[in-house]
């Protein structure tokens, strides 16, 4: 049984596109359906195999096979592999989603970061990233995007992109966050 699936959970944190995840998401039962599971007791290895829906709240993650290893410190270790793996999940205390897309995504619960390889992309309201591989180290808060995965070379057309909507401002001159985009004040100045 999946413990719990932060897995791509915070990869809409990771669209941090200053936005964060449904945080009651984390609470909720992780729910997974597949035409096949196998369970590996003695290597602490559980797969999923073909069709795989993974939903827990308001995230939704679809993927051809799931892999889940655990650590004899219980620390998990999930790749999931698909034509493509696909993840949504609702902005916390917005009506918005973040959803993405990857060939193979890694998640691991001891270091919390988040890998995406080969055609990633992950979208918040009209700010996107994509490239061929995505990482987002949620304790450090740290992304970084790139036109190879680690270790190979880029392709001379393979970049990253990035967009991002300016915020709008109103009419009484307030700027307004853009869709997708949060706007934090400095209490310590005016």
Do not use: C
């Not at 998640?107 to 988040?114: A, E, G, K, P, S």
């Not at 270790?151 to 001379?156: E, N, Q, Y």
Request: aromatic share 6%; no cysteine; hydrophobic share 40%.
């Amino acid at each position: 049984m999946i413990r719990s699936l932060p897995l791509f959970a915070l990869a809409a944190a990771f669209a941090a596109l200053p936005a964060a995840a449904e945080r009651a998401d984390r609470e909720k039962e992780i729910v997974t359906v597949a035409d096949k599971w196998q369970l590996d007791d003695a290597n602490k290895v559980t797969t999923f195999h073909g069709n795989v829906v993974v939903t827990q709240g308001t995230m939704r993650i679809t993927a051809a096979k799931l892999t889940m290893r655990e650590d004899a410190q219980k620390n998990k270790f999930y790749v999931a592999n698909g034509s493509p793996v696909t993840f949504r999940q609702k902005r916390d205390k917005v009506e918005e989603y973040v959803d993405g897309e990857a060939q193979r995504a890694e998640f691991d619960d001891r270091d919390d970061v988040l890998k995406l390889y080969d055609r990633a992309r992950v979208k918040s309201g009209a700010n996107q990233i994509a490239g061929e591989f995505i990482s987002y180290d949620m304790r450090r808060e740290l992304a970084e995007a790139s036109g190879a995965a680690p270790g190979k070379a880029a392709a001379p057309e393979s970049r990253v992109k990035v967009i991002i909507l300016p915020p709008k401002k109103a009419p009484d001159g307030d700027v307004k966050p853009a869709p997708g985009m949060s706007l934090k004040s400095d209490p310590g100045k005016s």
